[in-house]
């Protein structure tokens, strides 16, 4: 416990008597008190628990007012109480997608727009936004769920094992990205560790999702996996959807299973084939 004294003595040391009458001096008590007296009040101060002089200033307890003026409020604490706390107004990512999207009257306004976009997380953690490969304007589009990391470091979709297993499922049926077919994904970003996406995440970019496809003008949607179903048809079952034309953003589309399920499940090719030629057959006609 401190106590104010301009000396700064040691308790522990030096003559008991003295320190006692400076102690009592700085206390402003020099007049009433003789060294005896003074040595009593420090024993009893000792007790108390005082083991250090400190404070440079001497302080006459006596001659301050009896009651100290109480500190001022701090007027944010003032305010804090007053006035119930205003919350930001709430933005709706979908709907700021929504005017984003809407604006963009190219592929490039519309890459440029997606790259403005700061509503969605996923941005922060990605290296790249992976835009679209292949050529815009081709008869068939395939919509993929999200770049994995191979993607996320070149900023293009499709690029990894399972991009090169697509490479050659489209080879078998003639199709080839450098040539007469358009790529992008449900997300443009890479979400952490591969996880799936969120629902929130799917619903902000699908109005980008949307634009792309309108602009891009193909034929047909080839949809590979549960996460392109989601977003574009509202249904994950991808084992019942799968091989079944349907029409959604005015066009014909066509879910099958995703490149990578098919590496993690090869006896499943057999049927991904089934649908490729279901593709085949479709662009004939057309
Ligand atoms: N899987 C996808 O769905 N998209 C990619 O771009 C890569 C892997």
């Given amino acids: 416990m401190p106590l104010c004294s301009t000396a700064r003595p040691s308790l522990s040391s030096g003559n008991p008597l003295s320190l006692a009458a400076?102690?009592?001096?700085?206390?402003?008590?020099?007049?009433?008190?003789?060294?005896?007296?003074?040595?009593?009040?420090?024993?009893?101060?000792?007790?108390?628990?005082?083991?250090?002089?400190?404070?440079?200033?001497?302080?006459?307890?006596?001659?301050?007012?009896?009651?100290?003026?109480?500190?001022?409020?701090?007027?944010?604490?003032?305010?804090?109480?007053?006035?119930?706390?205003?919350?930001a107004p709430e933005t709706d990512p979908v709907q700021e997608a929504r005017k984003s999207a809407v604006r963009a009257a190219s592929l490039p306004a519309l890459r440029e727009a997606m790259a403005g976009f700061d509503h969605c997380e996923l941005k922060k953690g990605a290296r790249n936004l992976v835009f679209a490969d292949g050529i815009p304007g081709a008869r068939v589009m395939i919509i993929g769920e999200a770049p994995g990391r191979e993607e996320d470091r070149e900023g293009r979709p499709f690029v990894g094992r399972a991009g090169q297993l697509l490479d050659r499922m489209l080879a078998a049926i003639g199709l080839d990205r450098e040539q007469n077919v358009y790529i992008t994904n449900v997300l443009p970003w890479r979400p952490p560790q591969n996880?799936?996406?969120l629902p929130i995440e799917i619903a902000?970019?699908?109005?980008?999702?949307?634009?792309?496809?309108?602009?891009?003008?193909?034929?047909?949607?080839?949809?590979?996996?549960?996460?392109?179903?989601?977003?574009?048809?509202?249904?994950?079952?991808?084992?019942?959807?799968?091989?079944?034309?349907?029409?959604?953003?005015?066009?014909?589309?066509?879910?099958?299973?995703?490149?990578?399920?098919?590496?993690?499940?090869?006896?499943?090719?057999?049927?991904?084939?089934?649908?490729?030629?279901?593709?085949?057959?479709?662009?004939?006609?057309?």
Avoid at 58 to 76: G, I, K, M, Q, S
């Fill in 22 to 87: 400076q102690t009592v001096r700085l206390e402003g008590m020099e007049s009433a008190l003789d060294p005896h007296a003074a040595l009593a009040l420090l024993e009893w101060q000792v007790e108390l628990g005082v083991t250090d002089a400190i404070g440079d200033t001497p302080v006459d307890r006596y001659a301050l007012p009896d009651t100290a003026p109480r500190p001022e409020r701090p007027v944010a604490a003032v305010a804090t109480q007053a006035v119930p706390p205003q919350k």
């Fill in 195 to 197: 996880r799936d996406p």
């Fill in 204 to 286: 902000m970019m699908k109005p980008f999702l949307e634009r792309h496809v309108a602009l891009a003008q193909p034929q047909v949607l080839v949809l590979m996996g549960k996460i392109s179903c989601d977003a574009v048809l509202g249904r994950q079952s991808i084992t019942r959807l799968r091989g079944q034309w349907t029409q959604a953003m005015n066009l014909q589309v066509l879910p099958t299973f995703h490149p990578a399920y098919l590496l993690r499940q090869p006896h499943m090719k057999r049927l991904a084939w089934a649908d490729l030629l279901e593709l085949k057959a479709k662009l004939r006609e057309q």
